[in-house]
């Protein structure tokens, strides 16, 4: 969420005009004559797609060391039966509701990123969700690594494909001009009380220029801001085709419907590098298993759907999608069947250009820490990797400290 | 606009008295029924300045001689809505309730109260639990907190919601503790890890049996428990006590009610909000002393608290209808205030919405302009005609345009409106009286049109937007 400092700081950025100038479907071109240099992987016209996670989801029966007997002893009835799991090696296998997931890692294109956390990890959702936006595990926290990562990018465009009740993410706050949240194009247009072209024209006139008119208030300016990015983006949204034709079938899920939107936005060329949505659910506290089945096979089929989509549109080495979560949970289930908050979990990411496989050991069912397993790899190394190897961008000044990039993409 | 400087703390909470710096005027009464309200009608608005501040603020914290009738009926509506178990008639049931009610302020506070004990029926799954929370929530709206806390514990809803009833001796589920403390009463920092680990074995044994909190000694693990370094053999409800006890915890919904009536942009230091914690402290938590605190005094009606909040959703909608005395389809309304941003009995989280400029974005504000238009003008096929601009007009015997025009600005901004965007607006009635119309529309369908039309405009400016 903004605070008075984001205020102050998006409103001496001045008009959003200036802001969103050169955001536009010639952006392609352009920058690829911008472009820093060749040989750093991903800097020209990559395409990042970020899927949180919300609730902390259960990375220890997403990622399942089955060979370990203290999983089966921890996890008394809410343990997945070995036959069933979609087997990445001897000893570590995938949930079974993850079919379309296991296809990915046969056809290369899934990165398994084992006992990702930070030090000190907050049990609390909001304190942890808003770690894992920031980078940073400071007290006070306004700004999102995907918000400042917007300021290198050559061309700055970002989509925030969201649910009708979803909150403004933290990720996204601090950019040059504000994510536009979208939920459908249908619902994308400005309806006016006009009867006649002329009269349309007059109203949208006075609509436009009460957005531009300079304001000293900074809660005041901030509502212009978004006044007149949306009007741009309406007309922007306006010129795309209604009818997107998938190449492959997208599940009926909302996950699946968030992607598409995010499919047919990335067909539509608007130039935007940055996709951001969410699948909400994961606090499991109670009666999981059907549950957290449920999630996992949301999440496995629309990626799947997407990536396939992706890959016949000639864009699987241009895509990569990233799954994060604000943190694991609890080893030991709790006793209704369920699990409490935990620190460290995997990461996901999907891309024709990603090293397949695992990445890091599984962390130990031995040595917890207050219940929890214990991170070896802090989630800014993968995002060093995001925003260096893949968006071509330095991560210093994203990242709160120096982290070296996970060797998570092939060169 | 806020300042950054530092605001004298005793100046802050002495009670407002007008002056002519300061005086009580259109601004000030628009001000305060945009926050202890749901905005105000043409004739409030003229009741409240006649009145003064003192007379005002007294009328809004107290349910006037028509409210208890009137309760009466909504909770007769009420009971049918629990049998049916739909979701969408609960959520109509209480927009229609603030929307026509004589106690606008106890609205205000249920809805603080939910978005502050936020829970949603897409895990409690039950009508009848969800009205039972609404109503607890409404009862100690203005009262008591520390009963409410207690309370809301115990309330089924929130036992669902939290995974409370679950919670067995030997087998505890943290979920109510963490929140109990993150959330509900002293924020993050103020308790430790092992705190909420232990809180959590005193909540055992707490079920629900025929749809009420049950205590089931046989599951409750009466060992001794250590919290905020106290050690006893606590149960749930000492919890709660300690949690009342804590130092923290008055700050905390001082804080919260700051944010709530005061600032959304002003981050205030603890020594500003110190007298209304201690308010709070001294009268047992009793709610409706600290809203009467801030309500009258200085700095409620100062620069640093006006136009500092953004609507919420809800706010900008029964707002619109209130000032217009509307008769909305509530089912429609509460379908549309879905693509704002704010299903009521749905909040995206435990934390609830996170307000301010969290509530808009592109998707939002065009959804804000899309609902101002079907409600007003008077063409919607959900909305019809049931708020008509018009007819307001009318009924305070405004004729011309420019007089219509004018009563809009005072009605929806109190005609605080920069003279160009005002000139604006004056613009398009000119301009469009040359617009070549539908040739079957007749002069007064012109005129109505061009009326309604400036409406919608008015209600789409940026100011607008801001409570």
Redesign the interface.
């Known amino acids: 969420?903004?605070?008075?400092r984001e205020?102050l700081h998006t409103s001496l950025l001045g008009s959003s005009l200036v802001a969103l100038h050169g955001w536009g479907p010639g952006f392609l071109a352009r920058t690829a004559l911008a472009a820093p240099t060749a040989d750093s992987p991903g800097a020209k016209d990559t395409i990042l797609v970020v899927i949180q996670l919300?609730g902390g989801n259960d990375g220890l029966n997403t990622v399942v060391p089955f060979k370990d007997p203290l999983y089966a002893k921890y996890r008394p009835t809410l343990q997945l039966p070995t036959a069933q799991l979609k087997k990445v090696n001897d000893e570590i296998g995938l949930h079974p509701a993850m079919t379309g997931f296991a296809d990915l890692l046969q056809d290369g294109a899934l990165c398994i990123v084992q006992g990702v956390g930070y030090p000190n990890p907050?049990?609390?959702?909001?304190?942890s969700m808003d770690i894992w936006h920031a980078a940073s595990t400071r007290e006070s926290l306004t700004e999102g690594w995907l918000g400042k990562a917007l300021h290198r990018l050559p061309q700055p465009g970002a989509f925030?494909v969201?649910m009708?009740?979803?909150?403004?993410w933290l990720a996204l706050q601090g950019a040059p001009f504000?994510?536009?949240?979208?939920?459908s194009l249908e619902?994308?247009?400005?309806?006016?009380?006009?009867?006649?072209g002329?009269?349309q024209r007059?109203?949208r006139?006075?609509?436009e220029?009460?957005?531009k008119?300079p304001?000293?208030?900074?809660?005041?300016s901030?509502?212009?801001q978004?006044?007149l990015?949306?009007y741009e983006?309406?007309r922007r949204l306006r010129e795309i085709g209604r009818n997107y034709q998938p190449k492959v079938p997208y599940p009926p899920t909302g996950l699946a419907n968030r992607l598409r939107l995010v499919a047919q936005l990335i067909e539509a060329n608007l130039g935007a590098r940055i996709y951001y949505v969410s699948l909400?659910g994961f606090?499991t506290?109670?009666s999981q298993a059907n549950t957290h089945a449920n999630l996992l096979a949301e999440l496995s089929g629309a990626v799947t759907a997407f990536f396939k989509d992706m890959a016949a549109r000639g864009h699987r080495d241009r895509v990569c999608i990233m799954t994060f979560s604000e943190f694991g949970r609890r080893v030991q289930e709790?006793?209704?069947r369920?699990t409490?908050?935990g620190s460290a979990a995997p990461m996901f990411l999907i891309g024709g250009r990603v090293r397949a496989g695992l990445i890091g050991e599984h962390p130990s069912l031995e040595k917890l820490e207050?219940g929890n397993l214990k991170h070896h790899t802090d989630f800014r190394q993968v995002y060093a990797a995001v925003l260096e190897k893949w968006l071509g961008i330095p991560s210093q000044g994203i990242l709160d400290g120096q982290f070296t990039p996970l060797d998570v993409f092939r060169s | 606009?806020?300042t950054q400087q530092r605001i004298d703390r005793q100046w802050a909470w002495q009670p407002y008295l007008p002056d002519r710096d300061r005086p009580w005027n259109l601004q000030r009464v628009g001000h305060l029924y945009r926050r202890a309200a749901f905005a105000a009608s043409w004739a409030e608005l003229q009741q409240a300045l006649h009145d003064g501040p003192k007379k005002t603020v007294d009328r809004l914290l107290t349910p006037g001689p028509d409210y208890e009738s009137f309760h009466r009926s909504m909770e007769e509506v009420a009971a049918l809505i629990a049998k049916g178990d739909n979701s969408i008639h609960l959520r109509a049931w209480w927009l229609a309730r603030m929307c026509r009610t004589p106690f606008p302020l106890l609205e205000k506070m249920t809805l603080f109260w939910h978005n502050h004990f936020a829970t949603s029926n897409a895990k409690v799954n039950h009508v009848g639990y969800m009205l039972q929370q609404n109503q607890t929530l409404r009862r100690f709206a203005l009262g008591s907190f520390a009963e409410m806390l207690q309370a809301i514990s115990k309330d089924p809803a929130m036992m669902i919601w939290?995974?409370t009833h679950?919670?067995?001796k030997?087998?505890?589920?943290?979920?109510y503790a963490?929140e109990l403390m993150?959330l509900f009463s002293l924020g993050?920092g103020n308790y430790t890890?092992q705190d909420i680990r232990e809180a959590a074995r005193a909540f055992t044994g707490w079920e629900i049996r025929d749809g009420k909190f049950h205590f089931n000694p046989a599951e409750h693990d009466d060992g001794e428990k250590t919290v905020f370094g106290r050690t006893g053999r606590w149960r749930g409800e000492d919890i709660v006590r300690m949690c009342l006890e804590h130092p923290a915890c008055s700050r905390f919904l001082a804080r919260k009610l700051f944010r709530y009536f005061v600032s959304?942009?002003?981050?205030p230091e603890p020594d500003l909000l110190e007298p209304l914690a201690q308010r709070l402290r001294h009268s047992q938590y009793q709610v409706g002393e600290a809203v009467r605190m801030i309500l009258t005094s200085n700095i409620f009606y100062s620069e640093h608290a006006y136009?500092?909040?953004?609507k919420s959703p809800v706010e900008f909608a029964i707002g619109i209808l209130r000032a217009l005395e509307g008769q909305p389809n509530a089912v429609a309304l509460a379908n549309a205030l879905?693509?704002l941003?704010?299903?009521l009995f749905?909040?995206?989280?435990?934390?609830g919405?996170?307000g301010?400029?969290?509530w808009?974005?592109?998707?939002?504000?065009?959804?804000r302009?899309?609902l101002a238009?079907?409600l007003?003008?008077g063409?919607d096929p959900q909305f019809g005609s049931r708020c008509d601009p018009v007819l307001v007009l009318r009924k305070y015997g405004r004729q011309s345009e420019e007089q219509g025009l004018a009563f809009f600005l005072d009605l929806f901004l109190q005609g605080d409106l920069?003279p160009?965007?005002r000139q604006?607006?004056a613009?398009?009635l000119r301009?469009?009286e040359q617009?070549?119309?539908?040739a079957y529309w007749s002069d007064q369908d012109r005129r109505e049109?061009r009326l309604?039309?400036v409406c919608?405009?008015v209600l789409?400016?940026?100011?607008f937007?801001?409570a």
Do not use: C
């Open positions: 969420m903004l605070n008075r205020f919300t907050s049990q609390s959702h909001f304190r925030h969201a009708a009740n979803e909150p403004n504000k994510v536009p949240a979208l939920t619902d994308f247009q400005l309806r006016t009380p006009a009867a006649t002329s009269d007059s109203q006139q006075v609509l220029a009460a957005a008119r304001a000293d208030h900074p809660l005041l901030f509502v212009q978004t006044a990015n949306t983006n309406t909400d606090d506290h109670a709790n006793g209704s369920g409490d908050h207050l | 606009m806020p939290l995974d679950l919670n067995k030997g087998r505890p589920n943290e979920n963490r993150e993050i890890e959304e942009t002003l981050d136009r500092a909040r953004v879905e693509n941003g704010q299903r749905y909040p995206p989280s435990v934390k919405w996170d301010g400029p969290a808009l974005n592109s998707t939002t504000l065009l959804a302009n899309n238009q079907a007003v003008s063409e920069a160009d965007a604006r607006l613009g398009y301009e469009s617009f070549r119309w539908p049109h309604r039309a919608y405009l789409t400016q940026p100011e937007q801001l």
